[in-house]
Every structure is written in C-alpha cells, then in structure tokens.
C-alpha cells in the first residue's frame, strides 16, 4: 500500500469504481477499510494494464520473429508445425492483449465503461486465462524441435526460433498474472 | 442450485463453514442470501473433491501408461526427453492431487481442518493453477514428437504415448476447472 504513494503520478484521476458502493469492505470496516480498498482497486487497474501491455509487446515480438525466420532451404520456420503453431499462437495473444490494452487505456482517458462490468470482468478472466494456457502450450511443444535442431546446427535459424519461444514464454509469465488480477476483480463483483 | 437436493447424500454432514460469519454475503442479503452462499459453498467443497479425484484417476493412468511403455529397440519411452518430462509430471500431479483428496476427505469426515483457512485456500489455488500449467506443458510438448513417430510406424508404443498424453490432458482439464473454483474460494476469504 505505501509504495503506491511514491508512484501516483498526479494526471491520473483517481475515479470510486461503480463496484465499491455495492460491494462489502472486506477489511475491519469503517473509512479506513474502504479508503484501502480502493487504493488497492486503482493499484490493480494499473497493474493489469502494465501486464497487458508487457504482454503485448512479447507476443508482437515472438510473432515478428517467428514469422521472419525463414532462411532457405531446411531452416524455414514453417515446414515445422511446432513453429506454425507458435505463429498462430504468437498472433492471437498480441490481437488479444492489444484489444485489451486499447478498451483499458481509452476507458482510463475517457471515464466511460465500454462494457458491463460484470461482462468485463468475465471477458477478462477468461480471456487472460485461455491465451496463458495457449501461449504455454505452443512454448512447449517448440522447446523439443528446437532443443533437437541445435544439437545438429547451432545458426540464425534456430537462435531466431529460441528467441520467439522465449517471448511467448515472457508472454505468458505476464498474462498468468494478469489471470490472478481479472480472477481476483471476478470474484469479488456482486451477485456472481 | 435446484440440482443439490437431487445430489445430496444424508451421510454427508453439512457444517456452517467457518469463513460464512465473517465473509459478506454479495446476494441481495438477508437469510436467503445466506442459505444460497452456504448451498453454493457445499455445491463448490465437494465439487472440488470430486473433480481433484478425477485428475488423481487420470495422472495415475497417465503416469503407469507412460512408465511401463518399454517395447524394446528404440520403442522405449526414456530415449525421448518429452515423454520422461510427461512421466515426470504425471507422478508430480498424482502426487499434489492424491494428497489434496486425502486431506479433503480426512477435512469431511473428522470435520477437524488440517491448515488454517486462509494458508489452504492460497495453497488450493496456487498448487492447482500450477499443476494445471505443468500438465498442459508436457502434453504440448510430447504431441508433436508422437505425431512424428507416427507417421513413421503405428504400434503399441505410439499408441500408449497417445493414450498417456490423453489422460495427461484430461486431469489438465479437471485441474483448470478445479483452479476456477479454489480461485474464487481464495477471493472470498477475509482479509486477504
């Protein structure tokens, strides 16, 4: 709680969330309790549009550099279907977290929800959860192919593929978390 | 919640869950408010107990399938590093899952609560989301190399791989569900 202090940055405008007036404090009640719950909530917010964000910008990465690795003959990325899928993958985290980061920065600049916050809630959880379990997946099923490869050739081919598989895997680090938030937000949304 | 009273079993004795007092109700409050928090959490116990069971049925399958999948020559599942890593994860979830099932039926049937609350509910959470992470990894990473293999000869060992990867997915499945729920248990706990 204190080190939200030291980062509040002052254009940021500090809005009681429509949730608070419903929801129950959940701390030993009275101002303090709810004064600390929404410096909790705001600190949230921020939070899981920085992880997007992060995200984002991993997920654009593996893709580009997955999709740039072709090199001739053996060493094009897609003759491998690991790697197609690491593509596909790469592709739908960065749609995905770009989507989210634009409905979260224009609803930070705005004031204005785009979607029920029930809704957005569920979007949100589900949404981060499925992409996380996605990215983790399409990481591991190219760390063998490639483990495999540079054991027989260590060159621009297979270094482009460890650097795309470690973006998703920076991806997914940052929306697993994300997950916990939005489950977090979830959970505590009256009449669930 | 009308299906409960199909599903429930006399034996089974229905405590007022100590969280109950202290935990808000987020219905529109009152006595029905409370009776439906407390039907859901029971709905949500057992629930948990019965899909982690599911999850220890299938890591055990995974993991004796995978274990005594040796055919000789190179048909031996410990020359291909993603099988063992699929082994080695399938004896690390029966484990987690098998001890989560023994102390919720010890928690159900002496009504005596091994961990705090609040320590069981981060460890429910955290241990199944990880676990969920690890079986969906290994069965990412073992599809690939079996698809391969296949192409080549389809015999008794590619068969058991697929059948070992299968049960791995399912107890995935079971265990993504199983972190929705202690997910939402940990979210309601008091001061968290």
Redesign the interface.
């Known amino acids: 709680m204190s080190n939200l202090d030291g980062n509040s940055s002052p254009k940021i405008h500090i809005e009681t969330p429509p949730v608070a007036s419903s929801?129950?404090a959940?701390?030993n009640g009275g101002i303090g309790g709810i004064l600390r719950r929404w410096k909790r909530e705001d600190l949230m917010k921020r939070g899981s549009l920085a992880l997007r964000g992060i995200a984002l910008l991993f997920s654009l990465l593996s893709f580009i550099v997955m999709a740039s690795n072709k090199h001739g003959d053996w060493r094009e990325f897609d003759h491998y279907?690991?790697y197609r899928y690491l593509l596909a993958i790469g592709i739908l985290s960065s749609l995905y977290t770009g989507g989210q980061v634009f409905r979260q920065v224009q609803e930070l600049s705005t004031g204005k929800q785009l979607l029920q916050p029930r809704m957005a809630a569920m979007v949100d959880f589900f949404g981060d959860?499925i992409i996380?379990?996605l990215l983790?997946?399409?990481?591991?099923?190219a760390?063998?192919?490639t483990?495999r490869l540079r054991e027989g050739a260590d060159n621009i081919f297979t270094d482009s593929s460890a650097a795309a598989i470690s973006m998703s895997i920076f991806a997914f680090l940052c929306l697993?978390v994300s997950a916990?938030i939005s489950?977090?937000k979830?959970?505590?949304q009256?009449?669930?």
Chains 1, 2 share one sequence.
């Open positions: 929801a129950p959940t701390g279907e690991e959860q996380a379990y983790i997946s399409s990481a591991s099923s760390v063998p192919m483990n697993a916990l489950g977090y979830l959970s505590t009256p009449y669930i």
